[in-house]
């Protein structure tokens, strides 16, 4: 009996380490671009991938795969092992997805933005997420209509968005957008807690990533 | 604990209702347009209450038409636009509920308001208060069921530029029947005859509608947003 | 069994069976169409009621079917592409659909001309000829949005789309059309059904829409294979088949 639970925990151990986000050589067109040439990654638990390179080398589009919005002409992706066109309902709760705009509706509030995205995945009260926006520094634009906000404080709100929705998976398109260096060291320790509670994040960005963690390098050019 | 289906159906619906009344010009402007149509008609044709009458149940429901077209822009646009249509549609809810949600709080706010305007217009085009209900129970059925197909033709043109005309011609030749069986359902009430079987056929081309439109709206919506 | 369905999804194959079937397609067209002119223009009895002007069935009925059979064509082709991610089903919709919108095009002038002697009007909203009308509409909406994206692949998965969503409206769309057209007008003029029609008119109408189908097929191969040079423009076989 104990060898048994002790062999099944062992079995779920080695899974667990190999359990996460594996892309296996994918291919995609655009028109007539062939813009990701069989990019291949694998990001586990505690684990923070910076995907790097030049204007129009495919890093959005490699997010927008990864997602699974974006189909691959060839190549898989596999999330703990399983493909991901297979079960995408069960993928998506486990990620969030910060694109290179901050996804919010202008007429709503701060928190009615994060309201309606985030009561999606998970229910919180009115003062958790107020909570969550004053982790990111905006708390005083809780009650303000998105399109008053300045460029950085929408930033942040994204950003609280994607903390409050308590994903394993964060993939970001260019999160240091518009932050200023206050900001820009929030996001960066902000990124540094999710890694080390055993989170993973892939973040693209075309300049230098300061997250004090041993961050793994993909170029894309 | 997940959120349910149901549950998110609310909330979605909720949001689209907070964002149509907080932008009432963009709800009201569709209507102006429902007036000015109808008002084309008598100016360029006749006056003649007779005649009116005779033009009345096709004249409504082509301005219904029209002006619906053009409240459909703001289904799927504005969410595309800002990039909140990608984060509803990874929520991990499914495109179909999102859709079903969306399209329900539209035909709620626009199919919604024609009605409440159509007494008026049909009043104008001097057609008897007798024929009112008829008149309103086959705008109610023909504006869900071209909210519906609007669904279908917007979600298939998110994202071009110039979608609304592409838009009004993929959708217009597929409301055709519903135009065919609305106005005749109106037009029988007008004249005394039984409008019952326009009005059924009406209702079962709805729920075909309803039944199958969310599929093809929401594989339209995947598509366009690869 | 299922080979010869796969195979079909290689472009290089595909271009090279449609140059072969080509010429026996046209050929039969040829062969059918001329016996149907001969037979249905010369031989048959001209009708009771309408004279020498029934002859034109012999292009406007083909030229309806053809239309339907085109656009249904072109739906299933493009499900194929949209279900199993087929290319080379969304090249035979993308070929087929100017093709059927000739047809559709063809089957409302040859309608209108035969009203004239019929209805002494060339346009009278007939609810055959609606139809007709309201499916080019449905062609011209499907080629109009293929061509809307930029993204090739995109605009191939939404075009097939609209031809699904179109293939389930065309008989709903007729039959309200005949609905409609049923409260308005008594009678309609005899129409001749095909069980109506004695023989010696009846087969060169089989003949006439035999020889329309498989000139429908031949032009298909002849469209299919400039759609494949097109969508394989990149690809190395083309750039071979082109250089030599």
Redesign the interface.
């Known amino acids: 009996m104990g060898t048994t639970r002790g062999a099944a925990a062992a079995a779920a151990a080695v899974n667990g380490a190999r359990a996460g986000l594996s892309v296996e050589k994918i291919h995609v067109?655009?028109?007539?671009r062939h813009v990701l040439k069989g990019v291949s990654l694998e990001l586990g638990a505690g684990e923070l991938l910076h995907v790097s390179g030049a204007n129009g080398t495919g890093k959005s589009t490699l997010l927008r795969v990864v997602?699974?919005?974006?189909?691959p002409e060839q190549g898989r992706i596999a999330w703990r092992g399983t493909p991901i066109s297979a079960v995408p309902?069960?993928y998506?709760?486990e990620?969030a997805?910060a694109?290179?705009?901050?996804?919010?509706?202008?007429?709503?509030t701060a928190l009615?933005n994060l309201r309606?995205?985030v009561?999606?995945?998970?229910?919180m009260s009115a003062q958790q997420l107020r909570a969550t926006l004053d982790r990111t520094g905006v708390a005083q634009c809780a009650d303000l209509p998105a399109r008053v906000l300045s460029a950085g404080q929408r930033r942040r709100v994204a950003m609280a968005r994607v903390l409050a929705v308590g994903a394993t998976l964060w993939l970001l398109d260019e999160p240091y957008t518009n932050l200023d260096t206050a900001g820009s060291e929030l996001l960066s320790a902000l990124l540094l807690a999710h890694i080390r509670a055993g989170g993973m994040a892939l973040v693209v960005a075309h300049h230098d990533l300061d997250v004090a963690t041993a961050t793994r390098r993909l170029g894309l050019d | 604990m997940r959120v349910g289906g149901w549950e998110t159906l609310g909330l979605v619906l909720r949001r689209e209702l907070v964002l149509g009344f907080r932008r009432p010009d963009q709800l009201v402007q569709p209507l102006v347009f429902f007036l000015i149509v109808t008002t084309l008609f008598p100016l360029g044709l006749s006056v003649q209450l007779v005649l009116l009458r005779e033009m009345a149940p096709g004249v409504l429901w082509v301005a219904a038409l029209l002006a619906s077209m053009l409240s459909l822009e703001a289904l799927f646009k504005s969410d595309a636009d800002d990039g909140t249509l990608e984060q509803l549609v990874l929520s991990g809810q499914g495109v179909y509920v999102i859709v079903v949600a969306k399209t329900l709080a539209h035909w709620l706010v626009s199919g919604a308001a024609l009605i409440l305007v159509s007494p008026l217009v049909a009043t104008a085009l001097a057609i008897p208060w007798s024929a009112f209900p008829v008149m309103l129970l086959s705008l109610g059925l023909g504006t869900l069921t071209l909210s519906w197909l609007g669904a279908i033709g917007a979600g298939l043109t998110v994202g071009l530029k110039r979608g609304n005309v592409l838009v009004s011609l993929i959708v217009l030749p597929l409301a055709m029947p519903l135009l065919i069986f609305g106005a005749g359902a109106t037009d029988r009430a007008i004249s005394g005859t039984s409008p019952l079987g326009a009005l059924y056929l009406l209702a079962a081309l709805c729920l075909l509608t309803c039944t199958l439109a969310p599929f093809a709206a929401a594989a339209a919506l995947t598509v366009t947003l690869e | 069994m299922w080979t010869w369905f796969y195979r079909l999804a290689s472009p290089p194959y595909v271009y090279r069976v449609a140059a072969v079937w080509m010429p026996w397609l046209l050929g039969g067209a040829a062969f059918a169409i001329g016996y149907g002119v001969i037979d249905g223009l010369g031989f048959a009895p001209p009708d009771y009621q309408q004279g020498d002007a029934f002859r034109i069935i012999y292009v406007h009925a083909p030229c309806a079917w053809l239309s339907l059979f085109a656009y249904t064509t072109m739906a299933v082709a493009g499900a194929i592409g949209l279900i199993w991610r087929i290319k080379m089903g969304h090249a035979v919709a993308a070929a087929s659909a100017p093709i059927g919108a000739s047809f559709t095009l063809g089957a409302l002038v040859t309608g209108s001309l035969w009203g004239r002697p019929m209805w002494g009007t060339y346009w009278a909203w007939d609810p055959r000829l609606t139809s007709e009308l309201i499916l080019l509409f449905l062609y011209v909406g499907v080629m109009a949005l293929r061509s809307a994206f930029d993204d090739a692949n995109r605009g191939d998965r939404a075009a097939a789309l609209l031809a699904i969503v179109g293939v389930v409206n065309v008989p709903i769309i007729h039959f309200s059309v005949v609905w409609w057209n049923s409260l308005h007008q008594g009678a309609t003029v005899a129409k001749f059904g095909k069980s109506e029609m004695p023989g010696s008119m009846l087969w060169p109408l089989l003949a006439m829409l035999l020889g329309f189908m498989l000139f429908y097929g031949a032009v298909l191969c002849i469209r299919l294979r400039g759609e494949v040079l097109n969508r394989e423009r990149q690809s190395a076989w083309v750039r071979e088949a082109i250089g030599s």
């Open positions: 067109w655009r028109g007539d997602t699974g919005l974006l189909p309902l069960d998506q709760h990620l997805y694109s290179h705009e901050p996804a919010l509706k202008g007429d709503l009615e309606f995205m009561g999606l995945k998970r229910r």
